[in-house]
């Protein structure tokens, strides 16, 4: 077929992968390097049609887009986010990046695609995400405990600010303080002081809900947000975990208790700011160990 033959020389000359395919989306041309990725001989590739390339689940809606691309045809450049997962003959699957064309040969339209095996790429776009992701992750983390920061403790506040005022959601913010914690460090070595910050952090995450926000915001300082609560019911809940922490720290004999205040944020019109939430608590908690430590304190 000479307009074949026209395709295979020119096809050729093209360092890329380059596939040829006829209305119905049948290979009429392919070169060597389109056949050595995808593991076929140029002559078995040839009346294949595309989709046998593709993975079963995504042959149906390309069947749509090709329909589209002979109907409306026109340039897709590569690199501009046409990414397939494409199949080889040994069923293995791979990325590919594609840059169609069209082109028009004695009346009939046929579609070109360059090809470029995106394996490479898409492994190191893989490995700098996951690192991107990461550091991430390790910005919002005390490396101590592995709770929040209190980077991550304040933006979350700041969200938490934003929807009692635009929805008048309530919530309520704790510190909680350990008591006599020098004391620990200086009878028993800051290693040991270690290993009770984070069995804290752990007592405090376990006795927590899993809609709520543990961090540690600095030294033996711990704090919580209680997103959807009630003040009576924000009281009641950090009493409850005031024991259920003492009666754990008990257990694992860690020589400390706890002082808790807690702020109450339920009026949208107060304008609060992260300062001054993080103020009211932190005074709430001094009142706790003023009268007596172990204890949790309101305000609002």
């Known amino acids: 077929m000479e307009v074949r033959q026209t395709f295979i020389e020119f096809l050729e000359v093209i360092p890329d992968g380059a596939i040829v395919i006829n209305r119905k989306g049948l290979i009429i041309a392919v070169n060597q390097a389109a056949a050595s990725m995808f593991r076929y001989s140029s002559s078995s590739m040839l009346e294949l049609h595309l989709n046998q390339l593709l993975p079963e689940e995504v042959r149906e809606r390309h069947d749509q887009h090709l329909a589209t691309f002979f109907k409306h045809p026109g340039r897709r450049s590569m690199g501009n986010g046409l990414i397939f997962s494409a199949i080889r003959r040994d069923g293995s699957t791979f990325h590919v990046d594609i840059m169609l064309n069209q082109l028009e040969l004695e009346g009939e339209l046929y579609g070109i695609a360059i090809v470029r095996d995106y394996t490479l790429q898409k492994k190191a776009e893989d490995k700098i995400r996951l690192e991107l992701e990461f550091e991430k992750r390790q910005a919002l983390t005390d490396h101590l405990t592995g709770i929040m920061n209190r980077r991550a403790f304040t933006a979350q506040l700041q969200d938490e600010i934003e929807q009692l005022t635009e929805h008048g959601t309530p919530f309520a913010v704790s510190f909680i303080d350990l008591d006599d914690f020098k004391d620990v460090n200086d009878e028993h070595g800051h290693h040991f002081g270690d290993e009770v910050l984070q069995k804290i952090a752990q007592l405090i995450r376990l006795h927590s809900r899993h809609t709520d926000y543990v961090a540690r915001i600095g030294g033996d300082e711990f704090a919580t947000i209680h997103p959807m609560i009630s003040a009576n019911d924000a009281q009641q ?18 020589p400390v208790t706890l002082s808790i205040g807690l702020c109450q944020c339920d009026k949208p019109s107060e304008h609060y700011t992260i300062e001054d939430i993080m103020a009211r608590a932190d005074k709430a908690m001094y ?14």
């Not at 009142?287 to 609002?300: D, F, I, P």
Request: hydrophobic share 40%; no cysteine; charged share 30%.
């Open 237 to 254: 809940m950090m009493q409850r975990m005031r024991s259920e922490l003492v009666s754990g720290i008990d257990h694992a004999e860690l």
């Open 287 to 300: 009142q706790a160990k003023k009268e007596g430590k172990n204890a949790v304190v309101l305000t609002s």
